[in-house]
Structures are given as structure tokens and as C-alpha cells.
């Protein structure tokens, strides 16, 4: 059974950092896409940083800079950072892995999301 689990964020400070983790069991990160989306109520999830599964890396344009994704292979983790935190940056974080590539059948996990707030 796959499992991941989000840990981290909570309320925050505007213009501090925060570090969220995403535990992974179940699966190794071998041929996979290691994600991390966000979602405002009323709005859709919304994909903000990802390691692909070849290891290129994407982060959304408007959040380059202050956003960085990383992962621990050895220990099945992968991390957002975030720094200079803006109001804006309140939401649901969620994680991610799709896949594998490498052979079907593919399928998309997800954590269940932890909450950033970002206080002004």
C-alpha cells in the first residue's frame, strides 16, 4: 500500500521560510515524478514544484527564487522549501508521485495535504 504523509508548515510569519516533507512508503522514487501542488478553497490544485522522473526539475515561474524542491532518496522523503513567505502562499500543500514509467501501470498518489497560513 502506498502511502505519503506531509509534515510541516502551519501558521507562519510573512517573510519567513517553512519547510514541508512528504514521507513516502510503498514505492521508491525509481521512475517517477515526485510533485508538490497547492490548493486555495474554490480554487483547483495547482502545481508549483516538481522532480521529474529522468531528475529534471520545475518549479512555477512566479514562484522561482522562493521556492525550492529536494529529496533524500534513502530516506523516501522529498521537500518544499519556501522562503520569504508572502500572504499569498496560504493554502493546502500537497504531495505527489506518478508513475512508474518504466512500465505500466501508472498511477497518481497523493498525500492528504498539509496547511500553510501565512500571516501578515
Known amino acids: 500500500q502506498v502511502q505519503l504523509v506531509e509534515s510541516g508548515g502551519g501558521l507562519v510569519q510573512a517573510g519567513g521560510s517553512t519547510r514541508l516533507s512528504c514521507t513516502i512508503s510503498?514505492?521508491?522514487?525509481?521512475?517517477?515524478?515526485l510533485n508538490w501542488y497547492r490548493q486555495i478553497p474554490g480554487n483547483g490544485r495547482d502545481l508549483v514544484a516538481m522532480?521529474?522522473?529522468?531528475?529534471?526539475?520545475y518549479i512555477k515561474d512566479s514562484l522561482k527564487g522562493r521556492f525550492t524542491i529536494s529529496k533524500d532518496d534513502g530516506e523516501n522523503t522529498m521537500y518544499l522549501d519556501v522562503d520569504h513567505l508572502k500572504p499569498e502562499d496560504t493554502a493546502k500543500y500537497l504531495c505527489?508521485?506518478?508513475?512508474?514509467?518504466?512500465?505500466?501501470?501508472?498511477?497518481?498518489?497523493w498525500g492528504r495535504g498539509i496547511q500553510v497560513t501565512v500571516a501578515s
Open positions: 505527489n508521485v506518478y508513475g512508474p514509467y518504466d512500465g505500466p501501470p501508472r498511477r497518481s498518489h
Open positions: 510503498g514505492i521508491t522514487f525509481a521512475g517517477h515524478d
Open positions: 522532480i521529474g522522473h529522468t531528475g529534471g526539475r
